[in-house]
């Protein structure tokens, strides 16, 4: 049974700081990607940012310049390092973690609670 936990969400003020972590165990598959996404009120859930195992990354237009994505592949974690965040990225933010299936050319992706982020004066 695969775990993804889920840490460093909150409340900060505009301009400020948050780091987010996310942890995935129980995995007896090779991990492809882990990443996160986000979703506000009223909207779909978007591709924030992710990061391939060979250390590819990609990330939202939005967030660009602000947001840094890195991982630590042996122990299937991922972070991400929110700067100069604005009221637009508040939401809930989620932890993805997608596996090779073994035997096969396919991934099956994992999601995790999801963890607030509130950017608010």
């Known amino acids: 049974q695969v775990q993804l936990v889920e840490s460093g969400g909150g409340a900060v003020q505009p301009g400020g700081s948050l780091r987010l972590s996310c942890a995935a165990s129980?995995?007896?598959?090779?991990?492809?990607?882990m990443g996160w996404y986000r979703q506000a009120p009223g909207k779909q859930r978007e591709l924030v940012a992710t990061i391939t195992s060979g250390g590819s990354t990609n990330y939202a237009d939005s967030v660009k310049g602000r947001f840094t994505i890195s991982s630590d592949n042996p122990k299937n974690t991922v972070y991400l390092q929110m700067n100069n965040l604005n009221s637009e990225d508040t939401a809930v933010y989620y932890c993805?973690?997608?596996?090779?299936?073994?035997?096969?050319?396919?991934?099956?992706?994992?999601w995790g609670q999801g963890t607030q982020v509130t950017v608010s004066s």
């Open positions: 129980g995995s007896r598959s090779s991990m492809n990607a």
């Open positions: 993805m973690f997608r596996v090779n299936v073994p035997a096969t050319y396919l991934q099956y992706t994992y």
